[in-house]
């Protein structure tokens, strides 16, 4: 059962290189979200898609840019990075199911100097 | 008021102990809610959900409190193995794909 699928797990950026964050599930959700987790922020949302080809924002989606063109892959960019985007972030997915909880990658913890 | 606030801990108690999370959540109109567990250095994993007329599974009891916009968490008889951060999960705006989460609140267990 690999659930959800996020690579890589760890990264090192300098200032304004770009790169993109993997993410797959195979348990056929239709949502699909990304967090970042501060310490002391707890988790916040970045993006999220309801379903395949529709995407939208969270509570912190500056910097970051997503797509969903199959229901199964939800890729995070990040288009120039910056050093207040050092943190670790989490793919999760859930089912259009009231009560349906959230599932979550392993996480990916990006440096960026 | 932020959407969803826990107790800030962190919490160290001995093993064979009692204790209890709290969590606040200021829309009215949410629908879910969960806490969940993250170890250090790991994914969160749902713990459990909460039910309207609150719920039990083994050592952990989940109530909700929708007058007063509370959920609670008690864990009896502590193990080492429950150390952990506790995050409390609230659905505020009745979808299911925009979740808020407390910034959690750390358990340290002890011997």
């Known amino acids: 059962n690999a659930g959800v699928t996020q690579t890589p797990k760890f990264q090192v950026l300098k200032t304004g290189q770009s790169m993109t964050l993997q993410c797959a599930q195979d348990m056929n959700h239709e949502y699909m979200s990304w967090y970042r987790q501060d310490p002391g922020m707890g988790l916040r949302l970045i993006h999220y898609s309801v379903g395949a080809g529709i995407t939208d924002q969270g509570e912190v989606p500056n910097g970051y840019n997503v797509s969903r063109s199959t229901t199964e892959d939800f890729p995070l960019r990040l288009l120039s990075a910056a050093p207040s985007q050092t943190s670790v972030y989490f793919c999760?997915?859930?089912?259009?199911?009231?009560?349906?909880?959230?599932?979550f990658g392993n996480g990916t913890r990006l440096t960026v100097t | 008021r932020k959407e969803v606030e826990q107790d800030p801990g962190p919490f160290n108690v001995p093993e064979g102990a009692t204790v209890a999370f709290n969590c606040t959540y200021s829309n009215s109109a949410s629908q879910s809610f969960f806490w969940y567990r993250q170890d250090c250095r790991k994914e969160p994993k749902l713990l459990m959900s909460v039910y309207s007329s609150g719920n039990e599974d083994g050592r952990f009891t989940a109530q909700l409190n929708r007058a007063s916009q509370y959920i609670s968490l008690l864990i009896r008889d502590s193990k080492l193995s429950d150390s952990a951060t506790y995050l409390c999960?609230?659905?505020?705006?009745?979808?299911?794909?925009?979740?808020?989460f407390g910034k959690g609140t750390l358990l340290t267990v002890n011997p």
């Open positions: 999760a997915s859930n089912a259009p199911i009231a009560g349906s909880p959230l599932h």
């Open positions: 999960v609230v659905n505020p705006e009745g979808s299911n794909y925009k979740l808020t």
